[in-house]
């Protein structure tokens, strides 16, 4: 799988570097390849990157409870 993240990074700089170097050269063409690069990285390599990171991981450790915040302890107080 990472290797597939990886190809579609490269992908995405590809695209948004190609889009840059028509648009200093050519003029207008070069927003499409931009845009489309962009929208790579948001609608397919951002999810993606992001189910390979957590696929395996518990998400409950990373939420916040809101019974743990009223069982503090104060015994002290």
Excluded: C
Excluded at 15 to 28: A, L, P, R
């Amino acid at each position: 799988m990472k290797y597939v993240i990886r190809i579609l990074f490269f992908i995405v700089l590809a695209f948004i570097g190609y889009g840059f170097y028509i648009k200093n050269t050519i003029g207008d063409e070069g927003d499409k390849w931009v845009g489309i690069g962009v929208l790579i990285s948001a609608l397919v390599l951002m999810p993606v990157f992001l189910w390979h990171r957590y696929k395996n991981k518990k998400l409950e450790d990373y939420m916040f409870k809101f019974d743990k915040k009223n069982e503090e302890n104060t015994e002290n107080q």
